[in-house]
T-cell receptor, first 113, second 113 residues
Framework: AQSVAQPEDQVNVAEGNPLTVKCTYSVSGNPYLFWYVQYPNRGLQFLLKYITGDNLVKGSYGFEAEFNKSQTSFHLKKPSALVSDSALYFCAVRVPGTYKYIFGTGTRLKVLA | KAGVTQTPRYLIKTRGQQVTLSCSPISGHRSVSWYQQTPGQGLQFLFEYFSETQRNKGNFPGRFSGRQFSNSRSEMNVSTLELGDSALYLC????????????FGPGTRLLVL
């Protein structure tokens, strides 16, 4: 079955430290990969996406993600975390040949001052 | 450009009632998708509409239905509400090109008593 996994329910990191939020997927073909962020009582906001090309994708608010085809991963990273980055992060995959998106269960990022 | 709007933002219903939620996509976007978000199940895909046609459907019972109008606005309807239908319902719009980003509305929070 096609799926997206975010293995960590919560990630804690100190402000100023680098952060990583993990995502792996199980989808046949070459999927499109996305990261979204959700702040309390808000909808999801687009951060970045990978379709093809350079494995390192840069997005909004200083975030970047690295696509690794052999490990079927698309981890979200930021070199220096801010308290304001604290939110719920979702990884998503668009299934090739369809317009269907599969979302991970979300990872809550908490950046400590 | 105005973002995706959803009405109402909050709704309280009782079991057995029905509810209709509305979504207005970003101008020019022709695809509208609906998701249900709950703490236990995460983000679950309901259905997607493009040019007034349902293009994809998730694994929800027939009580959940939707439609799209010629101006791309979409409604979803839930009949015979159950307690478990309490959730945040999110609408997302996109241009509907391959790999296109989905843009989410703020959601409608439904509470079923």
């Amino acid at each position: 079955a096609q799926s997206v996994a975010q293995p960590e329910d919560q990630v804690n990191v100190a402000e100023g430290n680098p952060l990583t939020v993990k995502c792996t997927y199980s989808v046949s073909g070459n999927p499109y990969l996305f990261w979204y962020v959700q702040y309390p009582n808000r909808g999801l906001q687009f951060l970045l996406k990978y379709i093809t090309g350079d494995n390192l994708v840069k997005g909004s608010y200083g975030f970047e993600a690295e696509f690794n085809k052999s490990q079927t991963s698309f981890h979200l990273k930021k070199p220096s975390a801010l308290v304001s980055d604290s939110a719920l992060y979702f990884c998503a995959v668009r299934v090739p040949g369809t317009y269907k998106y599969i979302f991970g269960t979300g990872t809550r990022l908490k950046v400590l001052a | 450009k105005a973002g995706v709007t959803q009405t109402p933002r909050y709704l309280i219903k009782t079991r057995g009632q029905q509810v209709t939620l509305s979504c207005s996509p970003i101008s020019g976007h022709r695809s509208v998708s609906w998701y249900q978000q709950t703490p236990g199940q995460g983000l679950q895909f309901l259905f997607e509409y493009f040019s007034e046609t349902q293009r994809n459907k998730g694994n929800f019972p027939g009580r959940f239905s939707g439609r799209q109008f010629s101006n791309s606005r979409s409604e979803m309807n839930v009949s015979t509400l159950e307690l478990g239908d309490s959730a945040l319902y999110l609408c997302a719009s996109s241009l509907s090109l391959a790999g296109e980003t989905q843009y989410f509305g703020p959601g409608t929070r439904l509470l079923v008593l």
